[in-house]
C-alpha cells in the first residue's frame, strides 16, 4: 500500500473536507483523526499464526516483496510470540535505526573497509536485506508497528484502539500520537513534532493521518492502491 502526501495546510484542510463530504457527515459531528509520526525506515509485513511469528515480508514494489522471516528473526523489537491474538494476524509496521546507531554502524564499517551507509533508511534496508542472517542480527534494527494486515478477527475498532492492542501485545507504537477532532489540531501537532525534530532519536519524514473508526475507513476504501482514509503530511526536506 502506499500513502498520498500533503504539502501544505489547504492540503491538510481539503483532505479533512473531503472525508466529511465522502461520509456524509453532519456539521455538528466530529470526525476523528489520529496522527502519528512517519517513520523513515523500510516496511515490513510480520505474519503471526497460533500466537507465533510465522513469516516476514518486505514491501517490494507492492506485488512481490522479499521473504525476510530469518533475517526479522534477529531483531530484538520484534515480538516472536503473542499472547492473546487472534489466530492469525499480521501487523504491518516499520523498521528502522536511530541516528545514533547509524553514526555508530558507519564508524564500524569505515574501521573494517566495508560499505558506507549514506542514511539510516538506507543503513535499515541494507542490513534487513542480508542473505545472511547473523549480519543482520550484528545491526541494530528496530521495529514500530502502525496498522494491521489481515487478522483472523478484529482486535479494535478504532485506529486508537489499533495502537493499544499492538503496545498490550508487545510493540513499539510511533509517539507521539494524537486524537484530534478537526484540521487545526492536525495542523498544530504537526507544527509540534516538527519543532521536535532533531530532539527524536530517529528519522521522520512527516505525519500520518488516519480516519479513527474502522467502520469509516472501510467506507472510504482504497483509490488504487492508497488508501482514502490516510494522507502523509511530509515535513520540508532536510538540508
Ligand atoms: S499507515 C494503508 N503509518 O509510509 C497504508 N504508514 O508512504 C497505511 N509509514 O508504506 C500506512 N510510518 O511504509 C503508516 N505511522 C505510519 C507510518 C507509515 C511510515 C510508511 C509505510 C507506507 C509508507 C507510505
Redesign the pocket.
Known sequence: ???G?AFSAEDVTDFVDRLRKFLNLPAADTLEVLA????????CSLRYENGRLAQAAT?GDGEEGEDVTANIMTVADVPKTVKGAPDVLEV???IYMTRADFDALNTAQQAAEEKIFANPRNAAAGSLRQLDPTITAKRPLKF?G??LGETSAPIADTQAGIRHALARLGFNV?EPALLAADAAALLAFHERVYGERPDIPYDL?GI?Y?VNDLDFQRRLGFVSR??RW?I?HKFPAEQ
Open positions: 500500500l502506499s500513502l502526501n502519528e509520526p512517519k517513520i523513515d525506515g523500510l516496511s514491501r504491518r509496521g516499520e514500530f502502525y496498522a510511533p519524514d500520518v488516519k492508497a488508501p490516510a502523509a
